[in-house]
T-cell receptor
């Protein structure tokens, strides 16, 4: 039973346009959400996070939106750059747990 | 400050052989984790540790053992490797900043293991 789902295995966008990566979750106890970025042959690196008390968090070109009623979060990248091409994982944590539950990832390809 | 390092980077084992993967972190983090990544499966937690001398099972612990004898090191052992354990293994560490605080896990570069 996947508690964190990324239903799109891949996404292609043109350079300069917006990339929108989506993530759905089923566990209503999740209260903290993160996005990680992963290049081939490297470990995942933290990108941006959001607490469940917020509905938006912005960091430069990256914005994460949280819709708690829909149990949905999304990552917006504007403008997209070729260097953003990577696998993006969303992850979630509940309460005082010191564990993350990861989605299966979305491969983003930004075309020049 | 190297962050999280993993040894080795690559390894090929025959079925039934054993090996130990080493993870080290220099950030004085209390928590350490071992994940495996398989195509289409994301990152699945194998075992984790909330402090020196303590370990706990994650989502997919079967066939693996772990030890955390020192705060900075977390070892993952395969006693009798099977082809199903062919995967990329990632170690991560984190710290706790209290309820409402930020929480990120920092990952190592991974170990690619092939079991033939």
């Amino acid at each position: 039973d996947q508690q964190v789902k990324q239903n799109s295995p891949s996404l292609s966008v043109q350079e300069g346009r917006i990339s929108i990566l989506n993530c759905d979750y089923t566990n209503s106890m999740f209260d903290y959400f993160l996005w990680y970025k992963k290049y081939p042959a490297e470990g995942p690196t933290f990108l941006i996070s959001i607490s469940s008390i917020k509905d938006k968090n912005e960091d430069g070109r990256f914005t994460v939106f949280l819709n708690k009623s829909a149990k949905h979060l999304s990552l917006h990248i504007v403008p997209s750059q070729p260097g953003d091409s990577a696998v993006y994982f969303c992850a979630a944590k509940s309460g005082s747990a010191r564990q993350l539950t990861f989605g299966s990832g979305t491969q983003l390809t930004v075309l020049p | 400050n190297a962050g999280v390092t993993q040894t080795p980077k690559f390894r090929v084992l025959k079925t039934g052989q054993s090996m130990t993967l080493l993870c080290a972190q220099d950030m004085n983090h209390e928590y350490m984790y071992w994940y495996r990544q398989d195509p289409g499966m994301g990152l699945r937690l194998i075992h984790y540790s909330v402090g020196e001398g303590t370990t706990a099972k994650g989502e997919v612990p079967d066939g693996y053992n772990v030890s955390r004898l020192k705060k900075q090191n977390f070892l993952l052992g395969l006693e009798s490797a099977a082809p199903s354990q062919t995967s990329v293994y990632f170690c991560a560490s984190s710290t706790w900043r209290g309820a409402g605080g930020s929480y990120e896990q920092y990952f190592g570069p991974g170990t690619r293991l092939t079991v033939t």
